[in-house]
């Protein structure tokens, strides 16, 4: 639901337990309650893509028969899978940026646990045209963060299971040129490209490499992007929004010639998905230009950065519930 304020403190005020995302102006005027939230001013609605400040988007979890809201920092947040209920569905909002988000990004990946566990979430983020930091709220006590992270952990009723999905527009072809790291990092200097070490950024630059493709490998089967922030040719140091991993092949995507065309024709699929949660990458956003574009029935705040079990980029990501 995309509302008002005045609706959203409303629906608060009726004991609903909700994810909210909004403005920071917004979130901090809600009264507390049974409620998470986190920043941006970017949303896909039932209408298409808007940059709104006066308004929030409000996910009722009305499927939940119990709920508990945690906070976490890196030193704790593995603990997720600890507070999670037996057959739940936890929501996760770190902010960009922060140290949280960075160990979860590198150690989610690795855990049984977590990867065990439905985790659906997002990065919280800010206006790009301000120099605002991006901020998680724990509507219980009604407090702010910027470096920590808030979850929603929501009991199911024992004839519901949750159900993630993550939509991905791009492909990769097996023949193409192969990229290895020597570690896990969120920055990279020297890489192994088709087996011969080259300085990234320069081979990037050489080659004309467009830097809105992310690099995508294959991770169990499911095809995961990992998006370029920044290439510095003076440092000669490609960052990234995930971490890229030692061990796993990657490549860079194929073109898009149209995103909102390929979204279109990928969601054709999904029509009869239910999702009570969706979120959709800033990168899709701004480089697929989805102001005023819907991606139906898929609507929700645009990220910084996606969550389904582990941090994910350019991508959609969705949770259902479904009958066992």
Not at 109 to 123: A, F, K, Q, T
Not at 199 to 208: H, P
């Amino acid at each position: 639901m995309f509302v008002t304020l005045e609706r959203a403190a409303e629906l608060i005020r009726e004991g609903k337990i909700l994810h909210i995302a909004a403005d920071e102006s917004l979130l901090e005027q809600l009264p507390k309650g049974k409620w998470i939230g986190g920043t941006t001013p970017y949303f896909i609605t039932d209408e298409g893509g808007v940059t709104s400040k006066d308004k929030l988007f409000v996910n009722e979890i009305s499927c939940a028969s119990d709920y508990k809201i945690a906070v976490y920092d890196k030193n704790n947040v593995s603990d997720i899978t600890k507070d999670a209920y037996p057959n739940g569905l936890t929501f996760l909002i770190m902010p960009f940026g922060s140290d949280v988000a960075v160990f979860y990004s590198k150690e989610a990946p690795y855990s049984d646990e977590l990867l065990l566990n439905p985790v659906i979430g997002w990065i919280s983020g800010f206006d790009l045209s301000t120099d605002s930091k991006a901020k998680v709220f724990d509507g219980i006590t009604g407090i702010s963060y910027c470096d920590k992270a808030v979850a929603l952990h929501v009991c199911l009723p024992d004839d519901k299971i949750a159900s993630l999905g993550i939509v991905n527009i791009f492909d990769i072809d097996n023949n193409d040129t192969v990229i290895e790291f020597y570690e896990d990092s969120l920055s990279v200097k020297k890489c192994l490209v088709n087996g011969k070490e080259v300085v990234l950024s320069d081979y990037i630059l050489e080659n004309k490499i467009d830097t809105q493709l992310p690099l995508v490998a294959d991770y169990n089967g499911v095809l995961i992007n990992v998006s370029i922030k920044s290439v510095s040719e003076e440092n000669s140091t490609v960052d990234f929004y995930a971490p890229v991993f030692a061990g796993n092949k990657y490549h860079f995507a194929r073109p898009v010639s149209n995103y909102a065309a390929s979204f279109a024709e990928y969601l054709q699929g999904l029509k009869d998905v239910k999702p009570i949660f969706s979120c959709n990458c800033i990168l899709n956003y701004l480089y697929g230009e989805l102001e005023g574009k819907s991606t139906l029935p898929f609507t929700g705040p645009v990220t910084f950065g996606e969550i389904a079990y582990q941090l994910l980029n350019q991508t959609l990501v969705y949770a259902e519930v479904i009958d066992k």
